[in-house]
């Protein structure tokens, strides 16, 4: 059940005031394209987020193949 005010953007935004490096990205097209211009060998990646976010893993390593 969602929680009223509470939205990928408003976390985003929260946790954007602790981490240096944080990216609020929507769409999938959108968050491939910076994952391929952005990650260098060595690099860490997490994703997290509700619903089918978890075919972004997947098709990154299919591009990266």
């Not at 990928?8 to 946790?15: M, T, Y």
């Not at 952005?38 to 978890?54: F, H, K, L, V, Y």
């Amino acid at each position: 059940t969602p929680i009223t005010g509470v939205t990928g953007r408003a976390l985003a935004k929260r946790i954007a005031k602790e981490q240096e490096s944080f990216h609020y990205i929507s769409g999938f097209g959108k968050i491939m394209r910076f994952l391929k211009g952005a990650i260098r060998p060595g690099d860490i990646i997490a994703i997290q987020g509700a619903g089918d976010i978890n075919q972004i893993a997947p098709m990154l390593l299919k591009e990266l193949r």
